[in-house]
């Protein structure tokens, strides 16, 4: 019953965009396609590249985009949240420059976007096998360019995996860079809680309280369940105060600009992106809400943070606290002041400016491997 409101919401949204999109997309709801790189007379960038592929991963077929104006710039793999929300789209309506200075590889994971096999019963979405899949794709991408290392992008979710992979695989990581880095969700979910308290009393929101309260009331009763359901009900008013996302956007404008401003979104993806941020987050649920990244503390791979200043949906400051504990041939964390929990997006300019002017030009000593 859950499953199927909250897709009818998302649905409602993605649908209410305007009938302007929908008169523009409902003709090619599967026909996704992403321009060639084209010089000022039309010809096509010599060395450039921009690809829908399937990859074979971890015995199924995964889907891929390659884009990048000259395809001797380093990779860059960017690893997207949830599990299950797709960004590839997001990423062309405001990361596009990224391109020009990186061979950009998006991923629909496992049960996610394209990748979604509505006919499988699910059970090999997990994040052990999501893990293995990022290894097998690594691999794929150095060997097909000739590489011996990839910058790793990872998003909320994506930054759980992006800090495994770099924990075990240093000799693989040009640089890490963790957007809305998770360390420990449990602790997170629990101070996201204390926050839209804290804002429902300043309000004097007498029913928010009550919801709150009633949501949250596993942060002092350990006995209490916080599920799916309760999260929904945190992260409703994450966003009503700030704490998802900070300032003018929010998830409605990033959905409209994904299907209005882009070749590769489409209505029936983002319906694919609601069920499979769905499916994928409650299978995966326990493993998220135990995921601690705590004894990871030694790396020897560059790592950066790319943490916007009013996170609540994944704690900036306990990502803060997390990050002074690293040891790492250099590391550096950036703050996003004008940004919650996907400054990528929402500072979409300096975040482009940090990973092409700061992250590639990473000059540190590497230890021995």
């Keep these: 019953m859950l499953r199927k409101a909250l897709l009818g919401i998302v649905s409602v949204i993605v649908l209410g965009l305007s009938a302007l999109t929908i008169a523009l997309t409902i003709g090619f709801m599967e026909d996704a396609s992403t321009p060639p790189f084209l010089d000022e007379d039309g010809n096509r960038v010599p060395g450039s590249l921009a690809a829908m592929e399937w990859q074979d991963i971890g015995g199924i077929p995964q889907w891929t985009l390659l884009r990048a104006r000259d395809t001797s710039q380093p990779i860059l793999i960017a690893l997207h949240g949830g599990p299950g929300a797709i960004e590839a789209e997001a990423y062309r309506a405001y990361n596009a420059e990224l ?21 499988s019963d699910g059970s090999d ?15 794929l991408m150095k060997t097909r360019f000739g590489r011996e290392k990839v910058f790793l992008v990872g998003h909320s979710w994506g930054s759980m995996i992006g800090l495994r992979y770099t924990y075990e695989h240093p000799e693989n990581v040009a640089a890490y860079v963790g957007i809305g880095q998770v360390q420990n969700l449990k602790e997170s979910e629990k101070l996201g809680c204390g926050f839209i308290l804290e ?51 929010g998830m409605t404008d990033m959905l409209y600009d994904m299907l209005t401003k882009t070749d590769e979104g489409t209505l029936s993806v983002m319906l694919r992106m609601a069920e499979g941020s769905f499916d994928s987050a409650e299978r995966m649920w326990p493993e998220l809400m135990a995921f601690d990244a705590a004894p990871w503390t030694e790396f020897k791979a560059p790592i950066f943070f790319a943490l916007g200043r009013h996170d609540y949906q994944v704690n900036a400051g306990l990502a803060a606290q997390y990050f002074e504990t690293l040891n790492a041939p250099c590391k550096h964390l950036e703050w996003f002041e004008n940004s919650a929990h996907s400054p990528l997006f929402e500072e979409a300019e300096a975040f482009n400016h940090f990973m092409i002017n700061t992250v590639k030009n990473v000059e540190c000593s590497l230890p021995s491997l």
């Design 199 to 249: 804002k429902a009393q300043a309000a004097q929101d007498a029913d928010a309280i009550v919801e709150i309260n009633k949501a949250c009331a596993f942060v002092n009763d350990p006995t209490k369940p916080y599920d799916m359901e309760q999260m929904f009900v945190q992260r409703g008013y994450l966003s009503q105060y700030g704490g998802a996302f900070h300032g003018p956007m």
């Design 125 to 139: 979405i997990n994040s052990e096998r999501i893990y293995q899949d990022l290894e097998e794709l690594v691999e």
């Design 99 to 119: 391109e020009d200075h990186f061979l950009v590889v998006h991923w629909h994971q496992r049960g996610a976007g394209w990748t979604l096999d509505r006919d």
